[in-house]
């Protein structure tokens, strides 16, 4: 297929290649230049600016945040100069109200739109084991389904309003942010009561909670190495704070959410922003003062 | 191996019989009696009361709490007239204060004592699938492994303080319970946001949480199926004081076990106490007033 | 003095009432006309719209929140036409951000400005008993005292940088929410135990918590009165979120905050959110089920 | 009247004292000699034993806690040996089960038994301004009416079960923890939003929060000024797990409470828990890390 793609960063790079590599022809554009010349190395042609991009059977964006995809494509117009034989995916972590937002001006606009988040690291997007969530018109994901399975190991389906799929993506997110707080508390309890962290969290992996979270996380508390982080923990406050404004959206309360939004700023406040996310657990050994017992 | 088994539960009947089954000779006390002729009828010899199991290689304790602890063998004063040749193994998940206080007694009446609570439901008890936390001088341990690798299918080793494996139980039964109430309030707020529960629980299932926990209690609360339950509620309560307890004893706040408490007392508040203490999750749902929504 | 005055709600109708009877001569805008006509049978001039209103010696806004203050004054650009004799006063609770980028566009635009909300209901509005929080130049400050004087009972000053001012406006707000949820969490209790809340509630306001708060919002509580509202629910929801928004710029955790966010949101879940934000109090009476007891 | 009382810490001295002022004749006891030897001085009789100062009209418990009651009173059966025309009248601050036990055990033994908590510092004691709070038989209560006119400015009147005077005492305690919270926290943040908190404090006790309660912590945390202890931390902390409890009993979440609990065991576990209990404010402005900001 013929497709753009805007937004290279370590995930939307991974992906990109993986969609070169299948035999797909993507026009690339990035806002730092370094990603797009490694893509055009691969074969993709290089977009001049974005709107270049927004052409072909499809275009995919992947970036970090609400406002990038607002400065990108939505202040400049580009949602409605889309083709309307382009399909719009966009990939990326948004807000829900933001996934709504986008949805209503490609409605408007009569050009189509696949909400599809996914779950996996910049890992799992270079070996193509995605999971891929999405919603929207099924003509539309039928379209594209040839591009998610490049990059995918498989792709669930939420129905039709697009910002559905999002729903799920930062509800996922707030659980992985749970697990880590409770991995946290847990294991400051089990220090200050002589049990060594780490032995706990090594009986955990393997037994009750053998799967990728609490491995991947029960790891890195267990050693507590939080450099260089797999997730920043600046970017888990983000999204802690779209599941809370998901949750505000429809009146639903998310208690555990609003606790986890606290620890990070502690955390933040203790100047550990950039770490990994699962820093959290510093903040539960703190509030024990685990650091200052002999 | 010639042994004492006292407190015959659902989980306590379960592992005697694989005791009974590897050919080890039981003497058994129930409360009530029926539990007491099943295993009679394996093979087992009946005690007429608490004292008349408590001798041979080892005696096996296993309550539903620490109250039954404290009536059946300390306020008799079994503790210390259990024969020095004896090693007592509690594996009953009581509170982390209880253990330490068992311990001191058995260390002052110069008898062994092992704590080696579990990790396992009904089923895997039956199975002879448990995971055995054991901690107490290492001796002793190896005298009972033979028992242990009768009813268990690992023994994990918490070191000589034998209350740091009850430290490791309760700090585990944390984890699920916070894992349960996260998944409630994940499950109400993509409800409201127009995706089944079940659909979203299902997908977390089966990519980043595919482990024991979040399978069986996903599926609980995907089917809001909270009756019969597999752990009821107010033991769910019980198990999260034990923790608060542990916290408080060394001076740990735990906020997310803090907040799982206030939810337990909520459901036993609205007459939910005797179902599965996965129905934290109708209080995620509730405080949205989703029951009330069309 | 010859001032400009928008925003007309329960609040500002009594402010300008007093600033007129004060002899002060007043040009005013409503976005609803019945406010302004009130105004104008006591001696004001009505404008046709907001810039009309935007010159003279000072110009006091007081709107209802954020979103007001953009639609009708930035978003217009009337900031940067403000004559550079003319004082902006903002007596609104808006949010710190909000405050502090007025500031910004008015010190780019030369023009003077001062950030002075207020505490007070509309009956002390009326009796021109504001507590009048102030912030700015003290130059510009001292030249609209006579101001303040007409509207209020005293002026607390904090400093040159006027978003400092509803720094404080914020966090006493807060003070009132967070009192309010401990009241109703309180009444649950001793209701629950068989004491009236209303009981203990009357000697609360009479012994410990001899204040305004606690007997405006004690009383209410008592009398589970909740309508018509002194303040809205949702308006409650409003000021607790400017509050973490004030906490998390700075990186400042607010527990308790987050508490009350969530049962805010519950209590609109419920259909509440017209109601007085003291309604809080029949969250906390729902968790522990008091409506379904005997 | 003729009367026993026993417990004579700083609260216990000062209320003896003013029974001796007016008139009463008084056999005290007390764990240490000194503050006996201070009221014999004043004219009390000094008893060897508990036992001997349980006689006469009436009988003024006021011990610390829970076990000072059962270790003096409850377990050496003194409840039992009450002679049934005394009336005991516990004033200290104990658990509503406690509260509940010691009822139940008068009403059993057939003796005369009011709960009687009081409201008030030492300082409040010892100019007799205390508020009481009775419960119990309204005769019991007539007859030692003189008593509490001589101890305190008023008495209230919580019906016959004794333990409801417990009730109310432990929620108004709960109250004061909030409060003292949601003080720390507001502080916290407009600090680091550039306002002292002490200005801020300044404001709030002076117009919202013109009670007891706010100036006096209000005053301590602008100073941060916890030692010596008015009241201790730790006995916060065990107040706060009275309301806890009170509101477990009767299936009744406190969120705040937990809340407040957590940030106690944190204060303890950085070493300040004999420093007063306002020093909750430390904890709100460590999560902050507001003593790493230049």
């Known amino acids: 297929m013929d497709i753009g793609f805007i937004g290279l960063g370590a995930m939307g790079k991974a992906m990109a290649a993986n969609l070169l590599q299948a035999g797909h022809r993507l026009t690339v554009w990035n806002r730092s230049p370094a990603p797009v010349e490694a893509l055009v190395a691969l074969g993709a042609t290089a977009a001049a600016a974005p709107a270049a991009a927004c052409r072909g059977e499809a275009v995919i964006s992947m970036f970090a ?41 490609h409605r408007a606009a009569g050009s189509a739109y696949v909400g599809a988040p996914v779950f996996g690291r910049p890992d799992a997007a270079a070996a193509a084991k995605l999971h891929i969530l999405a919603a929207g018109d099924p003509a539309a994901i039928a379209r594209v389904q040839p591009l998610f399975d490049a990059m995918g190991q498989r792709t669930w389906s939420f129905g039709v309003e697009p910002e559905r799929a999002n729903v799920v993506k ?125």
Chains 1, 2, 3, 4 share one sequence.
Not at 67 to 88: F, K, N, Q, S
Not at 92 to 99: D, E, F, K, N, P
Not at 228 to 257: C, H, N, Q, R, S
Request: proline letters at 4%; charged letters at 25%.
């Open 65 to 105: 945040d609400d406002r990038a995809i607002r400065e990108t494509l939505l202040e400049p117009g580009l949602v409605e100069r889309m083709p309307r034989e382009t399909v719009h995916v966009n990939m990326a972590t948004i807000s829900v109200a933001l996934a709504r937002e986008l949805a209503a001006r």
């Open 170 to 294: 930062v509800a996922g997110n707030f659980l992985i942010a749970a697990a880590i707080e409770a991995l946290g508390e847990a294991a400051a309890m089990t220090e200050a009561q002589g049990v060594a962290g780490a032995e706990f969290l090594d009986l955990m992996m393997n037994t009750l909670f053998d799967c990728r979270v609490y491995r991947n996380y029960g790891t890195i508390i267990a050693a507590g190495n939080y450099e260089p982080p797999g997730f920043k923990l600046v970017l888990g406050l983000k999204d802690i704070k779209l599941a809370l404004a998901a949750g505000e959206e429809v009146d639903v309360p998310m208690p555990t959410a609003s606790l986890v939004r606290d620890s990070y700023l502690d955390a933040i406040a203790h100047g550990d922003g950039e770490k990994d996310w699962a820093a959290l657990a510093t903040v539960a050994a703190r509030r024990a003062a685990l650091g200052e017992r002999s």
